[in-house]
């Protein structure tokens, strides 16, 4: 409907006592948005929902996975000044992963070390993101075709990508929970007094600034993070929450298959030695349809899904069909949420998308008795040609490889 999450069985229980629910909502507050609403002097509680009010005497919906409950009522809605929208205890931010950072923090700006694929990738994310956003404004200005635009960098590190979209005329504010890779940032940008103007560096986690930028910002990148993150449904909450409505938010990272371990992780971080060792962890890789889903959830529409692909030999990044490795998705915030006009239409909604819901699940486990699902490692080596080359050629290399150690032991 719009945007509003599960509503927990004890919260949803306030429509008939409100106590009850009020008890229920102090339970499960710190895993939730709280709102509280009075209607008639009576004080009801809602959880993970924005519920939308209009016209005088106005109508109130709440969405949750099982029941759509719709009040009319003549109401008066706020959140109260001491609740925070994220409670400090749901962070996102991952400590074994800050200390992976911080030993690299003085790294960032070496462009043939360890952050050079990076580096490289600006060639395609920095267009990628400039492009998009130039769709959504009518003129624009010459050489600095982002003049006016508020962007949020989320985990900029040292910088690498905040610096290309301010020298596009963006007003940036680039924030990282490493404290040491911000001030390798700062410094960077006081070589170059333009960028100093347009350049807003912080030392915190997404979720501590949710609340002071509300709906802020035109777009906010998630540049080669969500694969970093310990909670990424609340991380994608926060990036919503801070967009203006009709916002874009760019996401690229690592998709979660067969492939991508044995080339992300065991080629890269282990073998080639690409990226240090325990970099990353397959565990936290996401697919693109898990991540639309958790993007759609949230009231963000999917407009574009891209794969990358870069060649270790060239350190070129490229497009590619093929998103089994690396992928770039950019996401729309609704700028118009639509509202039901009555109970009955929210509860026959509802029903519906219930019944779609089973008969979907249903002809699913059907079709997985009948038929075969190809794995990812056909799903390449059918749908990306470039991708098999690359691959066949990595392979390649790592037999020379070994025949070459093998050699040297023998002449030894």
């Given at each position: 409907?719009?945007?509003?999450?599960?509503?927990?069985?004890?919260?949803?229980?306030?429509?008939?006592?409100?106590?009850?629910?009020?008890?229920?909502?102090?339970?499960?507050?710190?895993?939730?948005?709280?709102?509280?609403?009075?209607?008639?002097?009576?004080?009801?509680w809602s959880l993970q929902i924005k519920p939308s009010v209009f016209s005088e005497y106005r109508i109130m919906c709440f969405k949750s996975y099982s029941m759509t409950f719709a009040c009319l009522n003549r109401v008066e809605s706020y959140r109260l000044p001491w609740t925070r929208l994220y409670s400090a205890s749901r962070t996102t931010v991952d400590s074994s992963e800050v200390k992976t950072f911080l030993a690299l923090a003085h790294r960032w700006w070496d462009e043939q070390g360890v952050y050079a694929p990076?580096?490289?990738?600006?060639?395609?994310?920095?267009?990628?993101?400039?492009?998009?956003?130039?769709?959504?404004?009518?003129?624009?200005?010459?050489?600095?075709?982002?003049?006016?635009?508020?962007?949020?960098?989320?985990?900029?590190?040292?910088?690498?990508?905040?610096?290309?979209?301010?020298?596009?005329?963006?007003?940036?504010?680039?924030?990282?929970?490493?404290d040491e890779n911000i001030k390798t940032a700062k410094h960077h940008k006081s070589f170059d007094p333009v960028l100093d103007k347009r350049i807003e560096y912080r030392a915190c986690s997404l979720e501590k600034i949710v609340e002071e930028t509300a709906e802020t910002?035109?777009?906010?990148?998630?540049?080669?993070?969500?694969?970093?993150?310990?909670?990424?449904?609340?991380?994608?909450?926060?990036?919503?929450?801070?967009?203006?409505?009709?916002?874009?938010?760019?996401?690229?990272?690592?998709?979660?298959?067969?492939?991508?371990?044995?080339?992300?992780?065991?080629?890269?971080?282990?073998?080639?030695?690409?990226?240090?060792?325990?970099?990353?962890?397959?565990?936290?890789?996401?697919?693109?349809?898990?991540?639309?889903?958790?993007?759609?959830?949230?009231?963000?529409?999917?407009?574009?899904?891209?794969?990358?692909?870069?060649?270790?030999?060239?350190?070129?990044?490229?497009?590619?069909?093929?998103?089994?490795?690396?992928?770039?998705?950019?996401?729309?915030?609704?700028?118009?949420?639509?509202?039901?006009?009555?109970?009955?239409?929210?509860?026959?909604?509802?029903?519906?998308?219930?019944?779609?819901?089973?008969?979907?699940?249903?002809?699913?486990?059907?079709?997985?008795?009948?038929?075969?699902?190809?794995?990812?490692?056909?799903?390449?080596?059918?749908?990306?040609?470039?991708?098999?080359?690359?691959?066949?050629?990595?392979?390649?290399?790592?037999?020379?490889?070994?025949?070459?150690?093998?050699?040297?032991?023998?002449?030894?």
């Amino acid at each position: 409907m719009w945007g509003g999450r599960k509503l927990s069985s004890s919260g949803s229980r306030f429509l008939g006592a409100q106590r009850s629910a009020f008890r229920g909502t102090q339970a499960d507050s710190t895993r939730s948005t709280t709102s509280a609403a009075y209607s008639k002097n009576q004080l009801s509680w809602s959880l993970q929902i924005k519920p939308s009010v209009f016209s005088e005497y106005r109508i109130m919906c709440f969405k949750s996975y099982s029941m759509t409950f719709a009040c009319l009522n003549r109401v008066e809605s706020y959140r109260l000044p001491w609740t925070r929208l994220y409670s400090a205890s749901r962070t996102t931010v991952d400590s074994s992963e800050v200390k992976t950072f911080l030993a690299l923090a003085h790294r960032w700006w070496d462009e043939q070390g360890v952050y050079a694929p990076l580096h490289s990738m600006n060639d395609l994310r920095v267009p990628f993101i400039r492009d998009n956003l130039l769709k959504t404004v009518a003129d624009h200005q010459p050489g600095k075709p982002l003049s006016g635009m508020k962007i949020l960098d989320v985990g900029c590190g040292g910088g690498l990508l905040t610096e290309p979209l301010g020298r596009l005329g963006a007003s940036v504010i680039g924030i990282d929970p490493v404290d040491e890779n911000i001030k390798t940032a700062k410094h960077h940008k006081s070589f170059d007094p333009v960028l100093d103007k347009r350049i807003e560096y912080r030392a915190c986690s997404l979720e501590k600034i949710v609340e002071e930028t509300a709906e802020t910002f035109d777009a906010v990148v998630a540049s080669e993070v969500v694969e970093h993150v310990i909670d990424l449904e609340t991380f994608i909450q926060c990036c919503c929450q801070v967009l203006k409505p009709g916002g874009s938010l760019f996401i690229t990272t690592i998709n979660k298959t067969q492939l991508s371990y044995a080339l992300g992780i065991v080629f890269s971080e282990q073998i080639a030695g690409i990226v240090p060792k325990g970099t990353h962890t397959w565990e936290k890789f996401v697919s693109p349809e898990k991540l639309e889903s958790i993007l759609e959830s949230n009231g963000l529409s999917v407009q574009t899904v891209a794969g990358m692909l870069y060649n270790p030999f060239s350190g070129y990044w490229h497009w590619s069909e093929n998103t089994s490795l690396n992928y770039a998705a950019h996401a729309l915030k609704s700028s118009m949420q639509e509202h039901p006009s009555s109970a009955e239409f929210a509860l026959k909604e509802e029903t519906e998308d219930l019944r779609i819901e089973t008969s979907t699940n249903s002809a699913k486990k059907t079709n997985n008795k009948t038929k075969r699902q190809p794995t990812e490692w056909e799903k390449v080596f059918a749908n990306d040609m470039i991708g098999k080359r690359l691959i066949s050629k990595i392979y390649k290399q790592l037999i020379q490889l070994n025949i070459q150690k093998t050699t040297r032991l023998k002449d030894r």
